[in-house]
């Protein structure tokens, strides 16, 4: 009995600790030679691919993605969008039409595999739309390295969605998942992702690529430029010597990032600074006057890198690249593309804090925006609104997330709200996923320093930062962090906040005469349990009071949001009331406010104050 009891514990915590070491990240090692028809917006391509498999897991297939197979009519982005009408993403629809369905056959976008081997063996493979499906001929073993190489033609498509040449401001090429791209292989297996529209996922990988390009041309890119003399635009006396093609070889080198991108176009301009605390950045844009804001954005930006080292974590890369390109704004490794005209300073500046903020939130914390949305855009958002308030301080508003609070409160009226658990790309409404994944993701954390106090959810999220950057966590590796930090059960927030539409809302229902003392009734009317921070103002100043809820089985112990509190005993949530009878006469109270510090988002705010 004892020795079963024994071996019982012992397989217990083998499995634990298996479980605690099972983490691991793939690795991809990137060598391409790229060679540009500008005229045609065609580019011929090459690759030498070793890739690293860090799994406990014998690969016998490994998958691609071909992201600009999507651009074309018929595609299954052209499909989903077709089917989805006005709800549809609206760059991709116009009156609820799919634009890809018009594509010219000479503007579809394509990528035409001519062949591709492993360890100099031919492959077989299968094209399925965007994503590539290879068979091996040698399995890779846990712990070890193959080799791909391949070799692929493709055609820039009209740029409908974030890649593609001539965008609306006149930049030649986006080039942005633009190559064969291995899927990512991790816990959950392989994420082979058809490109419908919404986000990516990729394992970390090296990059070493010449593109050979026209001499008319200037490349931006996330990556280091390896040789900067011997291009156009980085260099003032840079010699120029282009080949018998007049073409230039753009060397750049990339450690440890998620995708490769670059763009090209005639009339870039190059400009550099360095950031405090930071990288060195590169604006590269056309310089007119639709654009003059972007020299105005310099000495905010210089300062944005500090401001994320101090609330958040350090930047990992040396350099990082503001280009003028794509359709909006996206986010790749060591850069971003937006659209720059701009109509003021703040547009052009909440853009470039957002994009760039991804780099925490999406590059250096690689979650897998595919399925987890809500982490990669809510937090970038969070980070977005606290920079901004930083900047532009609104005297209005009770914290720097009171406008996408109001917001989210409105839309949950709107009755087509979806969850933010759904992946990215099977909302059934371009809206609903908007609010799902930005704002509902950036309120995530907005309850959750309520919940557990400024204090305490600065530093854990510092702490998750230091513990999984450059790495690819889930939601549960942070839940963990706050859990452990706080002690408090946060699991019923997570799953009422992430995966369902319920919604909070409290009210002040009775505050009634007794004696000496004012009896205070709160009621739930809402569906999503939280504790409630309270604040009764009277002749004598302000107090602050804490209700604990019982989930959490723990008082939240300091929140500078809140102040200086009193905690009171916790209401349990399977109770709809709560009173409590605090010894001030009722005739001094003043007012009595339900989280004066504007967090809660409680979607029926007016029944939240008791004025005399
Ligand atoms: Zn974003």
Not at 146 to 161: K, Q
Not at 173 to 201: C, L, N, S, V
């Amino acid at each position: 009995m004892k020795r079963l009891i024994l071996f019982v514990l012992l397989t217990a915590f083998s499995c634990i600790y298996s479980q605690q070491s099972a983490y691991y990240q793939q690795f991809a090692n990137y060598k391409m030679d790229i060679e540009v028809d500008a005229k045609n917006f065609t580019y011929q391509g090459k690759q030498t691919l070793d890739y690293s498999n860090n799994s406990p897991d014998e690969l016998r297939t490994v998958y691609f993605h071909l992201y600009w197979n999507a651009f074309k009519p018929g595609s299954m982005m052209d499909q989903r969008v077709s089917n989805q009408g006005k709800n549809g993403d609206y760059r991709l629809q116009r009156d609820g039409i799919s634009r890809l369905a018009s594509i010219p056959k000479s503007e579809e976008g394509a990528q035409n595999i001519h062949w591709i081997k492993q360890n100099g063996k031919n492959l077989k493979y299968e094209i399925q739309g965007t994503i590539m499906k290879v068979e091996l001929s040698e399995t890779i073993k846990p712990n070890s390295k193959t080799t791909f190489t391949m070799e692929w033609d493709a055609n820039i498509p009209m740029l409908i969605r974030r890649a593609g040449r001539n965008n609306r401001e006149g930049i030649d090429m986006t080039m942005t998942q633009w190559y064969p791209k291995i899927a990512e292989y991790d816990y959950d297996g392989w994420a082979t992702f058809d490109y419908i529209g919404r986000e990516f996922h990729a394992p970390f990988s090296n990059y070493d690529v010449h593109i050979k390009i026209d001499k008319d041309y200037i490349i931006g890119a996330g990556g280091v430029l390896q040789n900067p003399s011997q291009v156009k635009g980085y260099e003032k006396n840079s010699k120029i010597n282009a080949d018998t093609n007049s073409k230039l070889d753009w060397h750049f080198t990339a450690n440890n990032i998620l995708d490769f991108a670059w763009a090209a176009d005639r009339d870039y301009t190059i400009e550099s600074f360095k950031a405090e605390q930071g990288p060195i950045i590169y604006y590269v844009y056309q310089k007119s006057d639709k654009t003059k804001f972007w020299e105005q954005t310099k000495p905010y930006i210089a300062k944005f890198y500090k401001i994320m080292a101090e609330n958040f974590g350090k930047y990992q890369y040396p350099s990082y690249s503001f280009i003028q390109g794509g359709d909006g704004g996206m986010e790749y490794g060591m850069c971003t593309m937006i659209l720059g005209e701009a109509k003021n300073l703040e547009g052009l500046l909440g853009l470039m804090v957002h994009e760039g903020g991804h780099s925490w939130n999406q590059q250096i914390l690689a979650y897998n925006e595919s399925v987890r949305p809500w982490m990669d855009e809510g937090f970038t958002s969070y980070y977005e609104d606290l920079v901004m308030d930083t900047f532009f301080p609104n005297p209005g508003n009770k914290n720097p997330f009171s406008g996408n609070i109001n917001a989210y409160i409105n839309f949950t009226k709107s009755g087509i709200e979806e969850p933010a658990a759904w992946l990215g790309d099977h909302h059934d409404n371009a809206t609903a996923y908007t609010y799902a994944s930005y704002i509902k993701g950036e309120l995530f954390l907005v309850q959750l320093s309520y919940i557990m106090g400024e204090e305490e959810m600065k530093r854990s999220m510092k702490e998750f930062f230091e513990t999984w950057k450059l790495k690819h966590p889930s939601d549960r590796d942070l839940m963990h962090i706050l859990q452990k930090n706080s002690g408090m059960d946060l699991t019923w927030f997570r799953n009422y906040w992430i995966n369902t539409t319920k919604t909070i809302d409290y009210a002040i229902q009775f505050v009634e005469e007794d004696g000496f003392s004012t009896k205070i009734t709160f009621s739930n009317k809402g569906t999503v349990p939280m504790p409630i921070d309270f604040t009764v103002r009277s002749n004598s100043g302000n107090q602050n009071f804490h209700i604990p809820l019982s989930l959490t089985h723990t008082w939240k112990k300091s929140d500078s949001s809140l102040g200086k509190f009193t905690s009171l005993p916790y209401w349990t949530w399977t109770q709809k009331e709560y009173t409590i009878s605090l010894p001030i006469k009722k005739a001094e109270i003043i007012l009595i406010e339900i989280d004066a510090s504007g967090r809660l988002a409680d979607v029926n705010p007016t029944d939240n104050l008791y004025k005399k």
